[in-house]
């Protein structure tokens, strides 16, 4: 049964987002799949227990839907942070615009944020990206969230499927292998039992402590890596400080850094610092996440900008 959420208010992002010069359509649109997103209006999911959602248009106009008695403003608020209206990109813009890889994307894309989810859906992400083409890995994600099926019903909007929760997923883990995710199906019961039990903290107790120390604390579930936390930290947190290197990263920037594959990491922390993490989310949506043959062919044309046509994380919503 759909939950039932309760129009609790209305408000126009459109003043902030334009202040910022934040583009709600690359915000709202990458990393996307088309039940949350159409090309005009995203629903955002807010919270998973109890369920809140934004409906937010490329515009700036939104509507908050929760059980009654939820409080708008802070609601808001956590829309707006979501969103990365707070968010002052200028020092990776800065970085980028004089960087081989990224210059041609601070130029075109220099409106766009991550949108930041719950640490639980970024840990499922980034899961999901272990060993997996994007196309492969957010294949899975779609599987999975149609697969538990959990709905909320917002007044006279519509139905809107929402992630599974960390309980959903322990009480019918058998969904996580029928989606496709094979050996990651562990530790993503691995992760849900270690926020169940609080082995893994919640995100404003990791928000308080080092980067280090929260990739620690995440690297604590067996199966989840450095790369893993790192992904999910940027997603959830928008903690930028520690890069998530793979092995198209690494391939890629030894080309266009002229370092070794074992040097990149120094190397990459070095060039962006604390805005590390946000790099790489960028260089994945510059380059559309092509398989590694491909985005180094893309790499020595100089092409360098999502292309139209891929299935990409620009263009997911399209597909999926």
Not at 122 to 145: E, I, Y
Not at 273 to 282: E, I
Request: proline content about 5%; glycine content about 10%.
């Amino acid at each position: 049964m759909a939950a039932r959420l309760r129009l609790v208010g209305r408000v126009d992002l459109g003043e902030a987002a334009a202040r910022r010069r934040v583009d709600l359509f690359k915000v709202l649109s990458v990393y996307n799949f088309s039940f949350w997103f159409d090309g005009a209006v995203a629903r955002v999911v807010l919270e998973l227990e109890p369920p809140a959602v934004a409906v937010v248009s490329v515009k700036g106009e939104a509507a908050l839907y929760a059980q009654e008695g939820s409080d708008p403003a802070e609601l808001e608020g956590r829309l707006a942070a979501a969103l990365g209206l707070a968010e002052d990109a200028s020092g990776f813009l800065q970085v980028a615009s004089g960087d081989p890889l990224l210059a041609p994307f601070a130029r075109e894309w220099g409106g766009w944020r991550v949108r930041s989810s719950s640490l639980w859906w970024a840990l499922l992400v980034a899961v999901c990206q272990q060993n997996a083409s994007f196309r492969q890995g957010w294949s899975m994600l779609a599987r999975l969230v149609r697969s538990y099926g959990r709905r909320a019903e917002l007044e006279g909007a519509g139905e809107v499927l929402l992630p599974p929760t960390h309980r959903d997923v322990l009480g019918d883990p058998s969904r996580l292998a029928a989606s496709g995710l094979g050996y990651r199906a562990r530790t993503v019961v691995g992760v849900a039992e270690a926020l169940s039990s609080g082995r893994v903290p919640p995100e404003e107790e990791l928000a308080r402590v080092g980067a280090e120390e929260a990739e620690a604390l995440l690297r604590s579930v067996r199966g989840v890596g450095s790369y893993t936390a790192r992904l999910a930290l940027a997603l959830s947190l928008r903690r930028y400080e520690l890069p998530p290197i793979d092995r198209w990263v690494r391939a890629i920037a030894s080309r266009a850094y002229g370092v070794g594959e074992g040097e990149v990491e120094l190397e990459w922390r070095r060039r962006w610092g604390r805005w590390s993490a946000l790099a790489v989310l960028a260089l994945t949506v510059a380059l559309d996440a092509a398989p590694l043959r491909k985005a180094l062919e893309r790499l020595e044309a100089g092409r360098l900008l999502p292309e139209p046509g891929e299935v990409s994380p620009a263009q997911l919503w399209r597909y999926y």
